[in-house]
């Protein structure tokens, strides 16, 4: 994003400036570009956009009131630690949500939205193989948003995405630390499912999917430690 062409909804409606920063930042942290303990400063984050401080200030505030920041003082913002009590309600509502949000989908799907899926799982694969971890986490949040917001419902995708603010940046931790650890492929099952309109298999595929994730976790991260590392991931056929 940089301030030469404004950024639309999607429509070709342009964004207000810090709506684009809000939502820029909000797309960092659910793909893990902004792990748990990484500072946030306003005035590199307007200088990086080429924008005033006053946008970038308000799209942090506006994430703050979110629970998505920590703001403690002017120099003192950054992503929160995920604690154990966090963790629990964080996965607990994903399991509720998600399968719902993608079974919704099913009356929708088409055969562009199955070569999408396909298209990103190959693009999802190929990020693993060469272990770039940033381009999985975002391979990995457009296939599941592809799923959810096919649906139509915009207040469950939102509130998933909520979710995902605080869920993402945990998830950049573990997977810079799990070197060779598998990470089980449940999204051929999701596709075949979708197909299939396999409701049953479906919800199954996306609560598995999210509770590997948990999984992985509970095996390499104390949670609230703040720190990662680079490393590899390799994909296990479920």
Known sequence: ??????????????????????EELRHRLVTGR?????PISTRGLAKELGVSQMPAREAVNRLAAEGAIEI??????KVPAMTGDLLDQVVRCRVLLEPEAAVAALPHVTP????SLRAIDTRLDAALERGDV???MDSNFQFHFLI?????DTVMSRLI????????PMMRVVYGRVGTAGVIDQHVRAIRALQDRDAATLHDAIRDDILDGLRIIQ????????????GRLQRQKA
């Open 34 to 38: 902004l792990a748990p303990g990484s």
């Open 219 to 230: 095996e390499h991260l104390i949670v609230g430690d703040e720190t990662g590392s680079g």
């Open 148 to 152: 959810y917001r096919a649906g139509g």
């Open 161 to 168: 995405h909520s979710l995902w603010l605080r869920f993402g």
């Open 1 to 22: 994003m940089t301030s030469a062409a404004p950024p639309t909804d999607g429509t070709g409606v342009d964004l207000p400036l810090h709506a684009s920063i809000y």
């Open 134 to 136: 940033v381009d999985y």
């Open 72 to 77: 403690r003082s002017k120099r003192q913002i």
């Open 112 to 115: 562009t939205l199955i070569r």
